[in-house]
């Protein structure tokens, strides 16, 4: 951080007091904001249950939000996420390093402009498309994930690779390291924040988007926001919203604390 934008964090803070002690203190101790994360979660989460609770629920509600369906739709949804970023990382970590080597670095914008090609398309529109051509299941939902959320991991793996310092690299060589030993013990360590900010875009990314893999049978809380819709009932609404977006922020914090985990010593 700079000493501008420290003076001007500070002044807001209003000099040197408590506040900007503790400021301070949470900003030399980043694992402060990743041990604040779960708090908060499971606060929203306390909060969510106790508001349905104070409602007056009909029938419909209390079907539409029984215990087991919720849990099978938020494990659809979790596997919905998971499935869908292990492909993303098997093929965009590879492609990115693949693109970045001098052999093959002309191939890099044709490559980006295919990757970039799933979020110029409408996730609803690459739904439909993906559903006429392998059908209404979980595997068209996947491979909609895995296209819609691909750029963010490829685009970061070789933005990681190539900020890599050329000296750096040349030292290696000059000390007898071969190609292959200077992108596993170089490159790829000094890529890790960069590569892991995309893996968490990602996983992000997906999350949100799986809340449409209903409309092609992928299931998931979308269907409970649906359900909802159809229904006409504000509260099924609200839960299957609020559950997505906690799905959301607990799936970032863990991200964030493996980030935090892999970042190499002294990258942080």
């Known amino acids: 951080m700079s000493t501008a934008t420290a003076t001007a964090d500070t002044s807001l803070l209003g000099g ?21 994360a779960p ?16 409602q007056d629920l009909g029938s419909i509600e209390t079907d539409a939000l029984r215990a087991e369906l919720i849990r099978g739709q938020l494990l659809e949804h979790l ?13 965009a970590i590879p492609l990115g390093i693949f693109v970045t080597r001098p052999s093959a670095r002309r191939l890099s914008t044709l490559i980006q402009g295919v990757a970039s090609s799933g979020q110029a398309i409408p996730a609803y529109g690459l739904l439909v498309l993906l559903a006429i051509t392998f059908g209404t299941n979980f595997r068209s939902a996947v491979i909609a994930l895995i296209v819609y959320s691909i750029l963010p991991v490829l685009r970061n793996t070789m933005v990681g690779l190539q900020q890599v310092d050329t000296s750096t690299i040349e030292a290696a060589r000059g000390m007898g390291m071969t190609k292959q030993q200077v992108l596993r013990k170089i490159e790829l360590p000094l890529a890790v924040p960069v590569i892991l900010a ?6 992000v990314i997906n999350v949100g988007t799986a809340a449409l893999a209903f409309l092609i049978g992928g299931g998931g809380l979308g269907e409970t926001i649906n359900t909802g819709l159809k229904l006409q009932r504000d509260v099924v609404i609200v839960v299957g919203a609020a559950m997505t977006a906690l799905v959301a922020l607990s799936v970032d914090w863990i991200a964030a604390l493996v980030q935090r985990t892999l970042t190499p010593r002294g990258l942080s």
């Open 16 to 36: 040197d007091g408590p506040l900007v002690r503790a400021y301070r203190w949470v900003r030399t101790n980043p694992w402060v904001s990743l041990l604040g």
């Open 39 to 54: 708090v908060a979660i499971a606060a929203l989460s306390l909060l969510l249950y106790m508001w349905v609770t104070t």
């Open 79 to 91: 596997q919905l996420t998971g499935v869908s970023t292990v492909f993303v990382i098997a093929i």
């Open 198 to 203: 995309g893996i968490r875009t990602a996983l």
